[in-house]
């Protein structure tokens, strides 16, 4: 029997990719795509599903609020988060609102399945930034850690190293942060071509693309191409 899957995701690109995914897997039935908190209310109103992979951000509110209605309405249901939020704010809380899963978009497509499958079957499914965010959380002394639930943004060694670096430095050091690969996406995508195009130019899936453009837009803390082309432009990359 197949594992029904409800998508609530607004980046269309990503969502396209996703579902493309998810549709070649027979183990999986994708049962509908929101792109907004409404649209995933209205399907809520009359339908649910085993697996409801969330966004947090959406235009229209927070996913977070969603996962709880999710889980008072339909118990049974599982909940899985793919965001770019790895913030540990973000994670403590949607798996306080009762997800049973935290992934960024930028897992490798064979993790995002393998870990749907998981959750619904129980178990839980934590990326390798989630789990990481999660135990270094955990093994701070007791002296001088506050508890799990206190909203703290994670802070890795190279960011602190950025962070006390000049805005030079700083610049540098994004820059240096940047793998070949994803510069040579990124001076494609100035260029102003569809996602499709980019692919096709480098001989690679749509998927993996959305993938490289998450990464960027991570790196350099922006929200989407044009913020990105900005943001290195400005920073001497492109």
């Not at 209605?69 to 973000?90: D, N, P, W």
């Not at 994670?91 to 960024?104: C, E």
């Not at 959380?137 to 508890?147: D, E, F, G, I, W």
Request: proline fraction near 3%.
């Amino acid at each position: 029997m197949k594992l029904s899957v409800y998508l609530i995701e607004d980046d269309i690109d990503f969502a396209r990719s996703l579902l493309q995914l998810l549709r070649t897997n027979q183990s999986l039935d994708v049962v509908g795509h929101a792109t907004t908190l409404g649209e995933a209310r209205n399907f809520l109103q009359t339908q649910s599903a085993d697996v409801f992979l969330v966004d947090i951000s959406l235009p229209d509110g927070n996913g977070i609020d969603l996962m709880r209605e999710i889980r008072e309405k339909y118990a049974q249901a599982k909940i899985m988060v793919l965001s770019t939020l790895g913030h540990e704010k973000h994670i403590v809380s949607s798996l306080q609102a009762g997800a049973s899963g935290y992934l960024l978009k930028s897992e490798m497509p064979a993790q995002i399945i393998q870990s749907i499958v998981s959750v619904a079957n129980d178990g839980g499914a934590l990326g390798q930034h989630a789990s990481k965010v999660l135990i270094d959380k955990l093994v701070q002394p007791s002296a001088t850690s506050r508890p799990l639930t206190v909203p703290m943004p994670l802070v890795t060694a190279e960011e602190l190293k950025m962070l006390q670096a000049n805005n030079d430095d700083t610049k540098h050091a994004k820059h240096l942060h940047l793998t070949n690969r994803e510069l040579e996406i990124l001076k494609v995508v100035q260029k102003g071509l569809p996602t499709k195009n980019v692919a096709d130019i480098f001989g690679i899936s749509v998927f993996t693309v959305n993938q490289h453009l998450r990464n960027i837009f991570s790196k350099l803390g922006t929200r989407n191409k044009m913020e990105a082309v900005q943001e290195a432009s400005q920073m001497g990359l492109l």
